[in-house]
């Protein structure tokens, strides 16, 4: 338990509720945490498949960072939605409040505008009606996130064998492959220099995943990169006309084609348990073959914003 309440405040960037019955047990669930919670979000003024209008996304978004009794922002869920507020988002505001913003999947655009505009760092980490409003949270989960706030460092380890081998360092950023590429060519798309970059996506076929990349490749994006750590890949459905392609055949042209040294087996996506990840973090990447770890370092925490650090 934390010794001085955290303010969190819940805002809707893109999806509405899939239930709004059950924001009541998220919004429960983080005060028996010893959180103040800070609701944004009113499924009365939901639009269409999103959380409110354009504009009152915005003003949801507006508000929480005004709100000097606010540390966190945690997006409400993704869906598709947050690449309509791009061009309207004050990120110099939201980098000058010093607050930490909270989310993956769309919330991947949030964190690459943000970066690219001021280079503030976020984090890719649960969302409030995935993680916290549902019946069984995961414990794994939610401990991961809590871990990665407390600070100063953050350790992920996981067994992966078949890795190559790697010794290296850089800032760490990525999340959702579509949302990645999507950016890339506008203003939204942050040039990072000696980078890990890291990766999921759902419903997405090997082949998409494959292009994607190649995309970044061709691009140059991935020749600044030091690292290409893979996360889940999963929801796609193979059919007869793959004859063979699958998953294990794509990673494999991968690593003998892609200009850098490509990992798998990263927790994190479109999965229950689910690491988090400081977007924009220095990061210490070390593989031995069998597994790897992760250590982040130098991103935004609890005990610095709330000056006791």
């Not at 819940?10 to 239930?19: K, L, N, Q, S, V």
């Not at 966190?72 to 939605?81: E, F, K, N, T």
């Not at 970066?115 to 401990?143: I, N």
Request: proline fraction near 5%; glycine fraction near 12%.
């Amino acid at each position: 338990m934390m010794t001085t309440p955290l303010g969190i405040a819940i805002f809707a960037p893109g999806g509405r509720a899939p239930d709004d019955a059950d924001l009541a047990r998220g919004i429960l669930r983080l005060e028996q945490r010893g959180c103040v919670v800070h609701n944004y979000y009113d499924p009365a003024l939901s639009f269409q498949r999103f959380g409110g209008t354009d504009g009152g996304r915005l003003a949801q978004l507006g508000a929480a960072v005004a709100n000097r009794e606010v540390q966190v922002v945690m997006a409400l869920r993704g869906q598709y939605g947050l690449t309509r507020l791009l061009p309207k988002i004050d990120y110099e505001a939201i980098a000058a409040s010093g607050k930490i913003f909270v989310g993956f999947s769309d919330m991947t655009a949030f964190h690459m505008a943000l970066m690219a505009k001021t280079g503030a760092k976020s984090y890719c980490g649960p969302m409030f009606a995935g993680d916290f409003a549902v019946e069984q949270a995961v414990d794994f989960t939610l401990d991961n996130f809590w871990q990665c706030l407390a600070g100063p460092t953050h350790v992920i380890t996981q067994l992966a064998a078949g890795n190559p081998s790697v010794n290296l360092s850089g800032t760490i950023w990525g999340g959702n492959l579509a949302m990645l590429v999507s950016l890339l060519g506008t203003e939204y798309f942050p040039l990072v220099e000696d980078g890990i970059l890291f990766i999921e996506d759902i419903n997405e076929h090997p082949y998409r995943i494959e292009r994607m990349l190649l995309q970044l490749m061709q691009a140059g994006v991935l020749a600044r990169q030091k690292a290409l750590v893979i996360g889940d890949i999963s929801g796609y459905r193979l059919t007869p006309s793959d004859h063979g392609y699958d998953i294990d055949v794509m990673l494999a042209y991968l690593r003998s084609t892609l200009p850098l040294p490509v990992l798998t087996g990263l927790q994190f996506g479109h999965i229950a348990s689910r690491v988090t990840i400081p977007f924009g973090a220095q990061a210490n990447l070390v593989s031995d073959g069998e597994r790897f770890q992760l250590t982040m370092s130098d991103y935004p925490t609890i005990g610095a914003i709330q000056g006791d650090a």
